[in-house]
């Protein structure tokens, strides 16, 4: 999950100010934005620590060394991004180019290469467990997807869907589910609940097989 600083405080100058320069100084930092360079000093102390930059010295002719200061791989989570934004702007384009059918055919080859990465760690597993391998594997995108007994099949529910602006725009988005379950355990599977229907969550209803 991507961390997040509040606010525009003189700690998130620090992080533009870096990610501007890609290194500098604290008497260069403090200079930039104006405050004094024990302040700053103060700052790079608490973002070294919480792993947003790091440290390196700068050698010189003469003198002390001076300590550099860059940002972590970390610290770039802190910045806006709009990945969503550019995942629907593709898929407009992909859909006025060829229509509906090919976001569904897009989807559904998603859906097959997850399938096909997955198929063998399911190798010699009964119905159940490989179930509850699928449904923790979808867990790990943060969907905090779980699944329930019911009359009709296993039910597995997604409370969060991490595409949800995208999948309101896109219904194809909601079949990656279904397909990558169907695919791997052999099985029908149909949509219960659905966020297109002003649902709270999605939800599919995974056909237990006739022999069980």
Partial sequence: ??????????????LELLRRKG????????????????????HLTNLERDG?????????????PSLLFSLTERA????????????????????????????DEVFARVATRHANAIAPQLEGLDFDDKLRRVVAWIGRAGTLAEQTETPEGVKVTIHNCPF???????????????????????????????????DPYCSFVVQRPADR
């Avoid at 004094?36 to 000093?41: D, G, K």
């Avoid at 770039?76 to 509906?100: C, D, I, N, W």
């Fill in 52 to 64: 947003f930059v790091v440290s390196h010295p700068e050698r010189r002719r003469r003198g002390r």
């Fill in 23 to 42: 290194h500098a100084s604290a008497e260069t930092i403090a200079s930039d934005l104006g405050v004094t360079p024990n302040a700053v000093r103060q």
């Fill in 164 to 198: 949800r602006n995208t999948a309101l725009k896109f219904p194809q988005v909601c079949t990656i589910t279904p397909h990558l379950i169907s695919q791997l355990l052999g099985t029908g599977v149909s949509q219960a609940d659905s966020i297109h229907r002003h």
């Fill in 1 to 14: 999950m991507p961390t997040t600083i509040a606010g525009r405080s003189t700690r998130m100058e620090v």
């Fill in 76 to 103: 770039h989570s802190v910045f806006p991004k709009r990945y969503g934004q550019l995942a629907t702007m593709v898929l407009q384009e992909g859909q006025e180019m060829g229509g509906p059918e090919a976001l």
